[in-house]
């Protein structure tokens, strides 16, 4: 998917946060937050603390990581033995706003609270409604806020006995991290769709990570996944857990997440995300073969699907279309004169690869089609003589409700149209898209254990 | 290469410019240097003029075009119909200054003279000691000021005349682009040695570009390149071109432009970068060939060279290492412990893919060796069985002089050292570099059409 | 008093908002800040709405209004009617945080609430600990999430009964401009420490504010100060009012806010602040003459006083300091060398008006000290043969509970010492403080009616 | 005069530099750029080296002497035993350009040289073609890179000889610090329109400075003015000079230093600033009485003169206009609601003392005449019932040719009108300017002694 020009699916934020002794745990938590940029590039924030119940230390902003804290460095000389961290994408609904960057640091009867969280509460209108009703006051729009009421409207001193009070009454998608300035508290919905990692630096503490690729650049080593509903708690004593919401048949992790936006080397419910992309593609070669000359993937997050295509089918991967890496989020327009010509700042496709050839050409999914239109477009212009385009998932169809932000149902263009409809509308000589079954063979685990809710309309929550 | 983390060569910047009418001159300048952005992001810089020979505008800065150019879209209101742009690196000998920045906008006795320059001149200093012994006073450490001087002193009011009679005099490896708010004119060394082409925009004009990756971003069309020692004159009546440096018996482009600088989605000398680093990546494979599991390319620049290594030796393309997209020029270092386990922010190298593999690693070059060595560390923390380095290109043995900026060469590691010690000293299990012939087989260019000079030690210049 | 250097006392903000037709309020807002921005420069906020109940718009941020708004013309384009707006000063005691600034806005059951205050209440903490203890959690320091509390849990639609209800639970220094989205609303606490006034535009609405020269700025015209207790509605009927706290037996109108705080072309209970300072002078002039050559007062807020006394006395007013008017927040330490010297960026005493003179020097107050002894030093540096410090207000010798930040009791340094033994301490020749009697006579207004606890120890309110 | 708002006449620059040894120069010379900020608000620069002839240091920018430098506390790292500083006023003609600022450091055969200068060369121009003829190039319009070039080209390699070659050719008012690395040298015209100082840091060394009060600033003492043509050398043996440019008959300050630009703390020719206005205002109530009730002088610069007026005529001064200290260069326009009704973010007129009153208005020049109107405008809408204006200078009738930006004489508004005729225009009650006499007589120097040619159109130069 071309990721930046037109972003169609969004991660809703990456969460972090540990618990540690002499080590620069601010610093470690920012390295964290780089590792987890991919999924929040409009805000970042790190609370830490001594962990011994003293105030928290809170910075945040608007940005990138890199922006909100440029003096890195001096994060090493904060005092910090407890930390959550965030990174954030705005729901497009609601828009970039400041006070909805996370962790939000709250203060209420027993002390102060920080709160990060990834992903969406079905139920958070409705439980807004209810706290308001009984005097209560938002300041911003996030359900880290929503969780800051509840706990503190249970009186008990106990954070852990707060949270398995209040949590069972969230419904949706959700993954949390928190503190009290003493412990460190993750967990995750009874689905488990949103993932969440426990990770250990030895004997020198413990660290949560919505993805296993922060492990790695913080030099801690991955422990285990959150088991769905499942609480983790960092304190003085180690770590412990307790299972606060009753499990549900079985879990259901969002497929997105390893077909598109968790990072290649992160592990997932135990698999590489590239190495599952890399057999998405495979398994796509066998489903939907294509007569051609080369093959092709989208860059970035399509490249392994391709090479796992090409690969499959015994024909030549190329570099059909080379990615600017100097493009920023200081974005400028074509004019009218070099958008006539194809001109795009981001993307370029290679006319000495494409011309006269047939091209596969691999993406991981079509929302909107606008995107695969533009593709189509660029490739022909260079003298593509075929253009097969064969994606790595199914059809979306059904607009997310756990925490990716996807257009409305009716805008998806799966969802009224036929595969041979969309080749036509898109102007592609062939398309072809994964099935289920192929999808989840590639991917090595059930079907019933993920999430295929935008690939099917069967929403896994009532 | 691991670029970003330790750049050890790089391009010493991109020029481009050009003069057309009825189309937003500036805002396509800016566009090209977008494209141009990975020959040097220390500084970027347009003039541009009406073209009748009034006075030109020019803004110029530290940084990336986005930071230089901030509010690209208000460059469209800018009456231009001549450009001249650049971006730039600073050499490490001489720091990073905003008096280096270019185009430099001077004034001399028959009006402005606005000049970018890409490669660096031999007889340098000693023209401008010349110079300074004659009264001229300097304010950069550029070039092009020295050229400005000489032009000026030449004291022949068309600029044509007046380059083709101090231009022999510089002695190097350059590629000017400069105007004089009337004519746009680009000119190249005798030998070749940096790239620069010629595009144009149907019947509104031409332009100049570093590399034809640019044409394609604004909407041009390549025309041609320049041959060594050629002028190419914009002005009113069109285009037109005279040698003014006599021919060398044959050009000598830079091999490293193709190993390794210019983008994938250029040509040079007539052949696409990407289908000669694959290229490359096959011979090597035949040349050196490797008992293994799994051949894996070093992020972005060794990819091509990775697959078309896979690709002929039969054996799967995995992404052992992973890279941060997000990763700016904000740097922050890691700790003490994080450096112990070998975490890095730029790149990650994925168990899943490498633990008990016999891995094939590709890279374009080495120069230091201490990236290489890194690189291994990373791969066996992972847990590979084996590593076997193969390098798409011969081993790097004298420093440039033809405006990269290369260390000394006695810090070279394949000054001293065979390639046996180097897998010793790099702590690989195999090493094997590309030969000469076959770099040039892959390549497609008769060797000696090619600057080898950092592999041979042999200067086509005196 | 040397305020930008050492600044001893320190206004807690200014508040301003009105409801109109026709008028870019937000812009009209923005300017009314720039006139208040010496009540508070820690941090600056506009909220504004279409004054139909729709959402309002926020932007605030740390720093000068100039640096919140930095492209103010565009306030012009919003769809604003009503507005609230807030200038701060943090109290050094709670340090400058972002989540601090003001306006607050906040979401209730009934809507929204934007919150701007200007004071200190007594009872907050307690207030606090009782809201925490029915489930309220706190994301800011300010008293105004406190009245948005209870606000809230009054749950009461009508925001006028809402505040009517809570208000009097309230105990301190406030003055409160607040909207639903609908009205705005002010309110002045019961003593009317703090003043609040009304302006209008005509027939196009009106406009509170913390000083009157705000209205002068906006071109709107002064209407009448906010009685103690009043609360002043505006909404689509107009302009409405109510006492909702049961009358104290008089106002106590901060004595300080027209000795030192309030713009000289304000008026505070009629009065304007020029003059009262000037009557303050001439008034100490026959207190505490001196036998001297010249009068000279410390910039800036002295220098009226001190032009009184001069007139008074019949002696010439020169200017023997002199400020640098281009010195802001980034203020440089003076090297060590340059500190024996005497040097100050900030004041320059001048050798030429001073040496040898007997001097008396005008300030409006001591606080601490340490700012006198410096000024004594100065003028001793350049030649005074004489220094006769002479202060508009009585001596400082209680901590003000009201809403300015005062250091405490004992480091004020006329709390334990006798104007005499500050003479010495200071190092002037003499000393003479205004008597209350004679303060109260200048300034006109009955002692009864205005705030003297900071002099006299005596605080309003139990 | 309205400075602010309207900057009639602008100062275009201030010079410093110094040579020491033990001292952290670098920090000193930038507290120097923040005394002499009044004189430059465009641009400022700090050349700096070790005093060894080894490469300078220099950083230089667009804006704020704290702007340019944020970090001054960092200079103090810098070896500094020679430096050169600069602060820039742009001439409204060419615009504020970054190339501009200065020192200017240059590269010529000797080494190097850092150059700032203050003032205006009255044969730039034409030394510059000629330049140009012989092959000279130009990258800034400053008079400073011409010195450089003439320089360059007297092939001498003692800086002092060369200077004394060829500062005499040049025409014009100027004031330059320079150094070559090793040596700090200062010269003037030989009229000495613009001023400069030399102080001295007892042994530790000497430093040059457009104004006084710089030393002040940096804990230095004031030695002597630097007499008309002179140029004052610093280097390892101390302080010597030598009178490079023939004696004119008589020096020429610029009167309206005294009037107008230098700050009050300043001695200029041995006079103080302040002082003299004080001394021009009373000398103004002498020649120009008024029947009136209040005196009251346009903040800042005209507050001396009328409290010397006020107290020659035993007249009340109060401070009718009141300005907004927190207006930076980020400047607002009121709407068009505000504009009708005066408001005014810089001034406000205060109508409790205005108000029936009849009021000398003093300010300290007229040069086009809209501030004055837009003056009586505000002082008539706050009731004022007759304003006399009362001008501490004589009627500017022609435009300054020695480096003051003055609009064109036509411009002017007494260059074709009576005094009378200024008054209806104006709209004022009376009109009075201070004479020629009485200005000289005020100021204490004989009339010859300085420069009136903004005054009687009657230049200095041929």
New interface residues.
Partial sequence: MLDKIEPKLREACGVCGGRTEG??LA??T??AL??L??RG?DGAGIAVGPGNGEKMWLKKGMG????V??H??EL?DLKANISVGHVRYSLRSRGRRL?DTEP??????YGE?AIAHNGILLNGASLR?EL??Q?????SGTDS?LL??LV????NPCLEEALAAVVPRLKGAFAFVLSDGRKVIALRDGHGFRPLSLGH?DD?GFFFASET?AF?????RFLRDLAPGEMVVLDEKGVHSCQIIPPVSRQALCVFELVYFA???S?LAGK?V??VR?ALGRQLALEQPADADIVSGVP?SS??AA?GYA?QAGL????AL?K?????R?F????Q?????????KL???R??VEGKRVVLVDDSIVRGTTSIKLVQMMRRVGAREIHLRISSPPVIASCRYGIDTPDTEELMAYKNSPEEIARLIGADSIGFLSHEGAAKAIGLPAGELCWACFSGKYPVD
């Fill in positions: 080590l620069p610093h470690i920012c390295f780089y590792a940029q991919h590039q990138l990581v890199s922006e804290f440029p890195a460095g090493k006070e939000l640091l709250l203060r209420y009867r609270l409604r308001e009703e005097g209560a006051i938002f300041q806020e800051g009421h503190a409207r249970e009186a630096f020198r690729c790695d650049t913080i030099g801690a990072r290649p080397d592990n590489n590239h190495l890399r970035d490249i392994a090479s690969e030549p991967y190329e570099m080379v600017n890496r100097y493009i920023g200081t400028i327009q074509p004019t004169e070099m958008r006539e010509e194809g001109a795009d700042l370029n496709a290679v000495k690869i």
